[in-house]
C-alpha cells in the first residue's frame, strides 16, 4: 500500500495490555473501564514506556451516570489504597460507604446547554478543581463540543499526594510505640486455649483423687464425719468443674448410706 502508516489501532485492554510496545502512539483513549485498575494501567503503559519521545495524552472515555461511571470510582477507591499502603501517600477521600450503595443506581442528568469557546474558557479559568488543560486537543473538544460532554478533570489530581496531610514525626513516632506495645500484648487466644487446658489437668486431678477417696469410703475404717469433711472442703471445687459433680454426688450418697 502507498500509505502504510496507521492512524487508529482498536486494541482489546486485556489482549493489548501486555507484552507489546507501541511507543509510535502518544494518544490512549481508554473505554469500557475494568474493575481491576491494573489492566487499564497495563494498557496505558504500552505506549507510555521507554522509548517514547512525544508527551503522551491518556482519555478515559465515560458515560455519566451509568455503571461506567462508577466502575471508574471504584478504580480510584483501589488506587488510593495501594498508594496509601505502597507509597505512603496521603490522599483525599474522593468517595464514601454511601457511593457502594448507589453502584446499581442510574442518575439521569440533563447535559449541559451549548456555549461558546469564550465562556467555556471563562469557566475553566474560574474553575479551581477543572482548571484549562494543557492538551490542545482535549482544549478543542471542550470548546466545540461541549454540549455533548458532562464534565472532565484530571486522573492524577485524584490520586496526588497530600504532604500536609502527613504525619508529622512525633505523631509517627508515638503510632510506632503504640504499634509495638500491641504486639508485646499477650495473645488472648493462646491465654484462653492455657485456660483451657489448665482446667482440664486440675479436673483430672481432682476427679483421680475423689476416686481414691471414694475406695478409701468403703472401708470401715472411712467414717462418715471424714466424708463429710471431704465433701464440705471441695464442695466449691467440684461443683464448678466438669465430671466432677458426678463424683461430688456420689461422695453425698455415701453420706446418706452410712448416717
Known sequence: AQNSRG??????????????????????????ASWNPSHDTQAIFRSYRFGQKKPVYIYRFLAQGTMEEKIYQRQVVKQSISQRVVDDHQLDRHFTQNDIKELYKFKREMLPEPRSATTVLTELENEVNYPVPKDHLLLDLLCEHNQWIHSYH??????ENKIHEGLTEEERLRAVEEYENLKRLPDQRQLYLERIQNQQRLNAMITQQLQQQQQMATQSRFTNTNVAQLVNEFQQTFRSLNGAP??????????????
Open 7 to 32: 492512524r487508529l489501532f482498536l486494541i482489546s485492554t486485556l489482549a493489548g495490555g501486555i507484552g507489546i510496545n507501541l511507543t509510535g502512539s502518544n494518544r490512549v483513549i481508554v473505554f469500557d
Open 246 to 259: 458426678i463424683n461430688y454426688n456420689h461422695l453425698l450418697q455415701l453420706v446418706n448410706q452410712r448416717v
Open 154 to 159: 484530571s486522573h492524577d489530581s485524584l490520586l
